[in-house]
C-alpha cells in the first residue's frame, strides 16, 4: 500500500494539531472535524480541510462516528487517525472505518476489544506469562460478591472501571465500611464515561510507581519495545508530569519490563502504537516488582518524551505502520539518549482540589520552543490553544504540554524550571505554579517517585502566591509607570504636566494579594525625590525600566526581570522567582454588598447536576456532602459550608447549572 495522501483526524485540540504537524512534513494532506464549541479553535486551522460535526457536547459531535466516517467520504480521505481519547479505543469505530473503505490508524479492533475490558486483558495476561496484580478480575458484578472480595484481598482495595481509563471510574478504599459507596460511585461514574458500569478489584499496592513501555508492532509480526516512561506522578489518578527514562531504572529491569510488554502485545496480535502499563513496587531493600495494569491501545498524551529520548516522530510510524510498511527500526537499533520531562499544564485549581476552571484566555504566552517536535534548544510546547480562545466545559481541561530534554535528568530539571517559570496563563485557574512547585520539591528532584508523591509532599505546594510581596509590588509599580510614560511619552518621574510638579506629593496605592492563607492589604507609596517605595512602612530603593515582555524593577540595588500582565482589574507578576496576583483597590469604588444573610450554596463552575443528598428541611453539617456534579467528565461533590437547615433548593438531578449558580440555601439552625 501506497503512503496516504490525505488524512481525516477524528479528534481536537493538541492532539489533533499534533498529528497534522506531522502529517505536514510527510506532504498529507489533513481534515479536521469540528464541534460548535471549536469553530475557531487551533486544529482547525491547522488542517488543510475542515468539516463541521455538531454541537458542542462531545456526545453530539466528536462521539458521532458516521458523521466522521461522512465527511472523511466527502473530502475523499484515505485513512483515519483517531488521536487519543474520544473514539481511539472504540472497536466498533475502528469496524466502521473498515467497512467504509478507510484505513483505522490504530490496531485491529480485535486487539482494542480484547485490551479494552480491564477484567478480560488480565485473564489474557496471566495466560501470556506477564505478572499481575493479586485481585478480582471475574464476570460476577453483585455489590455484595464484590465486598466479598475486596474483604478478602485484604485492604486498602482498588476498585476500577473495567472498561476505564484516564483516571475515571477509579477509587481507593482504605477500609471496609467505606466500600459500599465507593462502589455506587465508581460505577455511575463509570457508566457516565463508558456505558459500562463493571468494575474489577484489585489490591492497592503501597508507594507504587506507574511505569509504562511503549510499544510497536506491525502487519509483518514485528513488535518492539520503546523503553519506559515513568508517570508515578498524578492527583486524581490522573499523571501531571511524566519522564523518561524512570529513575533508578536498572537495564536488567528495563529488558524484562520491555519483554513482558512486548509479549502482552503479541499475545493480541498488536499492530500500531500502543502502551503497556505496569505497578512497580519497591522494597526497603530496592528490589522492584512489576504487575500488568492495563494496556491502551492508542497514541498516549506523553508520547513526546519517548520521542525525545528515542529521536523518533511516533505519528509517522503510525502513518507507516497503517500504510503498510515494516516498523522503520529493529529492538537492537533503538537507543536511549538523554533525559526527558513533561510537565500537563491544565486549566484547573490545585487549591480547590484541581478543580477544572472554564473562561476565556485573556493572556497565554510560553518560552521560547519548538512546537510539535524537537529541535536543538531542547523545549517543545505542544498545544491547542491560543491567547484569546475560550476554555469550555465539554473537553478536557489540558492547555498545553511542556516537554523538555536534557543530557541527562539534572540538565532536564532545569530546563524544565526555567521552561515554567516562562510559561503564563491569565484568565482561567492554572497550576504552572503547582507544577514548578512539584518540579523543585525534594521528592521529585531526587527521583523519589511514587503516586503518593503529591500527598506526601503537600506541605511544600499548593501555595497561593510564590513570589514576595515587596517584589510583587515592586513589578506593579513598575507596570503602572511603563503604562503611564506610553501614555505621555516621557517619564512621569520628570514631567511637569497636572499630576506632578516640582516637590509633588507622594503617590499612594492600596493593593491586595493573598500569601498563604492570608489575604493582605498592602499600603503602598511612590516617592520621586529620591526615587523609593515605601511597602507596608517599609521604604526600598526603587527604579524601573521597560523590556520587551514587562519591565525590570531595582529593588535595594537588585535587578528582576518581571512580566506583568494586567487584566480586569488586577495585575498576574511573573518572574523566574515565582508569581503573584495583585489587586488595584480603588478608594473610591464602593464597597461590595455583604452576603445574603441566609447564606446559599454556589457552583464552582457549569456543569450537570447528577446527584442531590438533601431536600427542603434536611439538617445538614458543616463538610457534609450535599450534592455532586459533573464536568470535564469528572464528579464533583459539593458540601456544605456550615451547619444550617436546607430552605429551598434550585435544581434537580439532571439540570445543567451554569458557574456560580445557587443550588439551595441554607438558613441557621434554630
Not at 466528536?62 to 473530502?75: E, N, V
Not at 466500600?179 to 465508581?186: D, E
Not at 513570589?467 to 512621569?492: F, I, K, T, Y
Request: glycine share 8%.
Amino acid at each position: 500500500m501506497a503512503m496516504f495522501t490525505k488524512i481525516l483526524i477524528a479528534n481536537r485540540g493538541e492532539i489533533a494539531c499534533r498529528v497534522a504537524a506531522t502529517a505536514k512534513r510527510l506532504g498529507i494532506q489533513t481534515v479536521a472535524v469540528y464541534a460548535d464549541a471549536d469553530a475557531e479553535a487551533m486544529h482547525v486551522k491547522a488542517c488543510d480541510e475542515a468539516v463541521h460535526i455538531g454541537g458542542s457536547a462531545p456526545a453530539q459531535s466528536y462521539l458521532q462516528w458516521q458523521r466522521i466516517l461522512d465527511a472523511a467520504r466527502a473530502t475523499g480521505a484515505q485513512a483515519v487517525h483517531p488521536g487519543y481519547g474520544f473514539l481511539s479505543e472504540n472497536d466498533a469505530f475502528a469496524t466502521a472505518c473498515a467497512e467504509a473503505g478507510l484505513v483505522f490508524i490504530g490496531p485491529k479492533p480485535a486487539s482494542i476489544r480484547a485490551m479494552g475490558l480491564k477484567a478480560e486483558s488480565k485473564r489474557l495476561m496471566a495466560n501470556a506469562g506477564v505478572p499481575l496484580v493479586p485481585g478480582y478480575h471475574g464476570e460476577n458484578q453483585d455489590s455484595a460478591f464484590l465486598q466479598e472480595q475486596a474483604d478478602v484481598i485484604g485492604y486498602p482495595v482498588l476498585i476500577k472501571a473495567s472498561a476505564g481509563g484516564g483516571g475515571k471510574g477509579m477509587r481507593v478504599v482504605s477500609q471496609a465500611g467505606d466500600f459500599a459507596a465507593a462502589l455506587s460511585s465508581c460505577q455511575r461514574e463509570a457508566i457516565n464515561s463508558f456505558a459500562n458500569d463493571a468494575v474489577l478489584i484489585e489490591k492497592y499496592v503501597q508507594r507504587p510507581r506507574h511505569i509504562e513501555i511503549q510499544i510497536f508492532g506491525d502487519n509483518h509480526g514485528n513488535c518492539v519495545s520503546l523503553f519506559e516512561r515513568d508517570c508515578s506522578v498524578q492527583r486524581r489518578h490522573q499523571k501531571v508530569l511524566e519522564e523518561a527514562p524512570a529513575p533508578g531504572m536498572t537495564a536488567a529491569m528495563r529488558l524484562a519490563m520491555g519483554e513482558a510488554a512486548v509479549a502482552a502485545a503479541k499475545a493480541v496480535q498488536y499492530v500500531g502504537a500502543g502502551t503497556v502499563e505496569f505497578i512497580v513496587e519497591q522494597a526497603d531493600d530496592g528490589a522492584m516488582s512489576f504487575y500488568f495494569m492495563e494496556m491502551n491501545t492508542r497514541l498516549q498524551v506523553e508520547h513526546p518524551v519517548t520521542e525525545a529520548v528515542t529521536g523518533l516522530d511516533l505519528v509517522a510510524w503510525q502513518l507507516r505502520v497503517a500504510a503498510g510498511e515494516p516498523l522503520p527500526k529493529s529492538q537492537d537499533q533503538l537507543q536511549l539518549n538523554g533525559h526527558a520531562i513533561e510537565a500537563r499544564i491544565c486549566a484547573e485549581n490545585p487549591n480547590q482540589d484541581f478543580l477544572p476552571a472554564t473562561g476565556p484566555l485573556w493572556h497565554f504566552s510560553g518560552p521560547e520552543a519548538s512546537h510539535f517536535c524537537f529541535t536543538a534548544g531542547g523545549v517543545r510546547l505542544d498545544t491547542g490553544v491560543t491567547q484569546g480562545d475560550v476554555v469550555s466545559p465539554f473537553y478536557d481541561s489540558m492547555l498545553a504540554k511542556l516537554i523538555v530534554w536534557g543530557a541527562d535528568r539534572d540538565e532536564a530539571l532545569a530546563k524544565l524550571d526555567k521552561a515554567l517559570s516562562e510559561m503564563q496563563v491569565v484568565g482561567v485557574a492554572n497550576n504552572v505554579a503547582f507544577l514548578r512547585d512539584v518540579v523543585q520539591s525534594a521528592s521529585f528532584s531526587q527521583g523519589d517517585l511514587d503516586t503518593d508523591l503529591i500527598a506526601r509532599e503537600r506541605d511544600n505546594l499548593f501555595k497561593t502566591q510564590t513570589l514576595s510581596e515587596d517584589l510583587a509590588v515592586a513589578g506593579v509599580m513598575g507596570m503602572v509607570l511603563r503604562q503611564e510614560v506610553d501614555a505621555m511619552g516621557s517619564n512621569p518621574w520628570q514631567a511637569v504636566d497636572g499630576w506632578q510638579v516640582v516637590g509633588a506629593p507622594p503617590r499612594p496605592f492600596q493593593l491586595q494579594g493573598a500569601w498563604g492563607d492570608e489575604v493582605r492589604a498592602l499600603d503602598v507609596v511612590l516617592y520621586s525625590t529620591p526615587q523609593r517605595v515605601r511597602i507596608a512602612d517599609t521604604d526600598h530603593a526603587f527604579e524601573w525600566r521597560a523590556h520587551p515582555r514587562g519591565v525590570s524593577v531595582c529593588l535595594n540595588g537588585v535587578w528582576t526581570d518581571l512580566s506583568v500582565v494586567a487584566s480586569a482589574g488586577q495585575y498576574h507578576v511573573f518572574s523566574r522567582a515565582g508569581h503573584a496576583v495583585l489587586q488595584w483597590v480603588d478608594p473610591l469604588a464602593g464597597s461590595a454588598q455583604a452576603a445574603d444573610a441566609l447564606g446559599g450554596l454556589n457552583t464552582p463552575m457549569p456543569g450537570k447536576l447528577i446527584r442531590m443528598d438533601v431536600a427542603v428541611g434536611d439538617t445538614v453539617a458543616k463538610g457534609q456532602v450535599l450534592a455532586v456534579m459533573e464536568a470535564m467528565k469528572m464528579e464533583h461533590s459539593i458540601a456544605s459550608p456550615r451547619d444550617g437547615v436546607v430552605s429551598e433548593v434550585f435544581y434537580a438531578v439532571g439540570d445543567q447549572v451554569a458557574e456560580g449558580q445557587a443550588l439551595l440555601t441554607l438558613q441557621d439552625v434554630t
